[in-house]
């Protein structure tokens, strides 16, 4: 076994077990700075397959969006941020059906999938083509509609907040 | 003669061929030599500190007429090694009910989050730690993990206090973050390319000279990303007892300090990079050591800059360093962005006298343009006063009438 692949599996684990501590410890805070250390784990993955952008994006836009996520918990919470009763409601075998489910679906629908097979192109040894990759964001015939889709919904999802949390003066008079 | 051009170069180059020789395998040896190097920089960069700790006391000292430190040895130049002495042997007092994980480990993250920055900065043209074509954004990525920090030293300690300041610097941080990303875009647009490397060897002209006002943008930005005066309202000595490290105590607290210091120097160390050549000069390119001379000195004038602002400026209020970012640094930095695209795009690439004409005349309408839209909206709506109404005895006039009034009975009684 390559050193390669010993670094993988304990990042993999690391990843997992880390996820899992996000939805079961009870400290809000806790669950993020969990959620912290997966996300870690992602970006060495990312790190492991030698591209360079996608690691150092997934810190940029997760890790740095965290602290953010803690502020608001800490805000939205009550008493310590500590959650008190059960974790599970009584339609816990419900959830836990139809996610096994889900998931086994995932995975056969994959393994059907030409594409699972194939290799990936291993990466120069300068790093991965920035430059192929923005034209191919701005490119018509590459991904700029599923581009600008996504820019339109988030734009929708922020002018949403702000009516949100805006308050009207008319209906306070 | 190799070794006084290139030290750098020269030692590894000597410690890969005595390795080879004890047949080690080659991945071996790069390992060991990224390892060893990045130990020898981090060290380096921690021993910098307590100069620059020594330098900006003595600087400020002068500014405000004082001689700053000067009785611990020449000029007080060891005045930061006792100090060191007095926080290694400073007591841990930890709070109860602190978050054990978070609180010991939001000091570490801190200087952590500046040393990492330091992996990507070209020193020379052969000295840099490594070079990658994502380097800008990792700066960035790399700052966010330091605002983890805070977060966790303001809710680790438990204490309402460090915790209203954690947020607060949170803040101050994200929101500083977006005009500091759009200046930097200018560099790299400039350069087509996002390794710090390829951004230095683009630059025979500085970029201060085709973007100034993004350099200026980047300047203000940087400075509150570290959180000095006047953007010190998280620390704020004089109105605060401390901000979200308030718990902190012995070298815990120092590396807290350690960490800002670092990251003023850092801040002044990419500026440098991205705006004023960086190790670029007459000969950098063929003497190694040359170059770095040069980013020294091209950094050490920033710095001394950055003190000087320190010393002079007043500190802000919040709504007042909100109302500076969200309202002018960042419609400005966007406003310059999409300006200079186009017209860098439209000029000529071969004559760089003409482009740095236009570029610096459309930064100065620009400019122009942003102030008199800012002077106008203040006529139109002008800052609401937070300050009280004056009290009658703190009125000059009557005052003197009182205090006169005051003399004249204590003469007649």
Known sequence: MAVIQIVFIL???????????????????????????????????FALLQVRFFPVVQVLVYIGAIATLIIVAVMLTRQVMQDVGSQLNSNWWLAAFVSVTLFIGMVWALSNWPGMMTTTRAVPPGGEDIVAFGKALTDPAGFVIPFEVASVLLLGALIGAIFLATERKEKQG | MNFLYDPVGFLAEWLRGLLSTWGIPDVWITFMLFLVGAGLLATGAMVLVVFLIWGERKVIGRVQDRFGPNRVGPWGIFQTFADLLKIFTKEYITPTGVDIVSYNLAPILAVASVLMVWAVIPFSITFYGTDFNAAVLYIMAVGSIGEVGVVMAGWGSNNKYAMLAAFRAVAQLISYEVPMVLSLVLPVMFAGSMSLVGIVQSQPVWNIFLAPLGAIVFLISSIAEVGRAPFDLTESESELVAGFNIEYSGLKFGMFYVADFLHAFTISLLFATFFLGGWQGPGAAQFPFLGFVYYVLKTGCVYFLTVLMRAALPRFRIDQMMDLNWKFLTPLSLVLVMLSALVYKILPKNMVFLQVIVMVVLNVLVYVVADWLLNYYEKRNPRPAVVNELRPMARFPYAVAQSSSVSKKAREG
Do not use: D, E, P, Y
């Not at chain 1, 899992?20 to 970006?43: I, Q, T």
């Open chain 1, 11 to 45: 990042v993999a684990v690391v990843t997992i077990i880390s996820a899992g501590m996000v939805v079961s410890v009870r400290s809000m805070v806790h669950a993020a700075l969990w959620l912290v250390l997966a996300l870690l784990g992602v970006a060495a993955l």
